[in-house]
């Protein structure tokens, strides 16, 4: 297997009716531990993205077993998908193989009837961030410059109001839209995209408290799932579209690939969301506290994250694989600034972590 022609593809997913993507608060595995009352992410994680692919790679190779696999299967399954899992620790990066696929982008929004792509509205959108003047605050110890903001209009600048900020109730697309050249920058409302319905039902078990609700989401039908991914052998386009399994409830979506070679890139589509000043994450990053201690400001949510432990080698991927322990993600859209700007790109590299990037995650502008 193998080859040095990389190829790249566009992958759609489109849902065929409500999804769940679940996170840390799930209904447990017994009634000791439920919960009764779940809501679903957004979007998966980005581990679940290259989840995804990894079973579409399986599925068009006819690799999809039922039962145990032989030794023979789980050697051309390691060779197509590779034999472990994401593991973002700095260590093993170097040892990192997903099989033929080499790169995944994060996922992002697609209007695909005005060809525009859509990611969230970067935090500090219309913000003025500086740190002339400022004083110093301790933080686990050590002093960091507190920085001056302010809400920054076309007409003049003025204190910022918390009451009324509400950019993390959005998503935009920056670029031109083919059906509306006139509008190269759109905001959206997140509730025009992702539809909340619920689900009711009762435990099988029975009792008092079997009694349980789900927050399903919905698409708007004008958008589905995209992202981009490089691979070192051709994809089997003939066997797209096709329906695929993808997060909890057995949710179904419409998967179809194309392959791109012009060149399209999401960080050249959304680079006119970047600054010299400041560092903006496209996807969740994965930043270890030795780096996070070196920024001086983030304007930003950390959320909880766990990753599948799969390692085809030893075959627990056949049976209920493990989950990692619980580490946290500053999630897309937050922005890094440092006082002093020079450090800004010795700062990127450090956060760059190759086995992050590999599957979407710690894509900065």
Known sequence: MGNNNTKRYLVRLTPIDAYFF????????????????????YLPQQSAVLGLMRYEILRQNDCLFNGKPTEEEKKKANELIGEKGFDPQPQIQ?????????????????????????????????????????????????????????????EKKEAFKSKTYDNYLFWCS??????????PFEKIKVDEIFKETEQVGIQKQGGDDAFFKQTLIRLDDKYNFAFTVEVSEDLDLEKCPAIVP???????????????NDGFDFCTYFKQLSRENRLLLLGDAFIPDDERDTI????????????????????????KPPKSALF???????????????TLSALKEKIENKACMAIGLNILI
Request: hydrophobic share 30%; net charge neutral.
């Open 22 to 41: 679940g996170g840390e608060v799930t209904f447990g595995d017994n009634l000791a531990t439920q919960n009764y009352r779940v809501r679903s992410n």
């Open 94 to 154: 170097s040892q990192t193989s997903y099989g033929i696929i080499q790169r995944i982008s994060p996922l992002f929004i697609e209007n695909r009837r005005e060809k525009r792509f859509y990611t969230p509205l970067p935090l500090d959108y219309n913000i003025n961030v500086s740190f002339d003047g400022t004083i110093n605050a301790l933080y686990n110890g050590k002093e960091k410059p507190l920085p001056k903001i302010e809400t920054e209009t076309i």
């Open 174 to 183: 920056p670029g031109v839209s083919e059906a509306n050249a006139d509008s």
């Open 246 to 260: 993808w997060g909890g409830n057995q949710s179904r979506f419409k998967i179809e690939i194309e392959e791109i």
């Open 296 to 319: 001086d400001f983030i304007w930003g949510n950390c959320i909880d994250n766990r990753y599948i432990i799969r390692n085809i080698k030893d075959g627990r991927s056949w049976g």
């Open 328 to 342: 946290q993600l500053q999630s897309r859209g937050s922005v890094i600034y440092q006082k002093d700007i020079t």
